[in-house]
Nanobody, 118 residues
Framework: QVRLVESGGGLVQAGGSLRLSCAASGRTFSPYAMGWFRQAPGKEREFVVRIRWTDGSAYYVDSVKGRFTISRDNAKNTVYLQMNSLKPEDTAVYYC???????????WGQGTQVTVSS
């Protein structure tokens, strides 16, 4: 069974940067894609970005384009989210997810808190 563990969250001032990591452990890891989602207080979980595991192609939600960058290290079974120019509205719990089948994102990490102060 695959287990995802996020790290790298924290408190940062607006305009600052954070780098999140998500390490996968367990059986042979070869997902269709990996993604990051976030959930702000009182709001539903929303998609942020996903990366296709084979070719590294990425798709971002408009609100983070040009500020966030997703990358992967296939050898380490790890995906990263570099977040620059952070805004208070980026404050949320960030979740890493794996798309292990064609059905959708079916494996989730425990989440890591990102707080951006104004």
């Amino acid at each position: 069974q695959v287990r995802l563990v996020e790290s790298g969250g924290g408190l940062v001032q607006a305009g600052g940067s954070l780098r999140l990591s998500c390490a996968a452990s367990g059986r042979t890891f070869s997902p269709y894609a990996m993604g990051w989602f976030r959930q702000a207080p009182g709001k539903e979980r929303e998609f942020v970005v996903r990366i296709r595991w084979t070719d590294g192609s990425a798709y971002y939600v408009d609100s983070v384009k040009g500020r966030f960058t997703i990358s992967r290290d296939n050898a380490k079974n790890t995906v990263y989210l570099q977040m620059n120019s952070l805004k208070p509205e980026d404050t949320a719990v960030y979740y890493c997810a794996a798309k292990l089948t064609s059905a959708g994102f079916d494996t989730w990490g425990q989440g890591t808190q990102v707080t951006v102060s104004s």
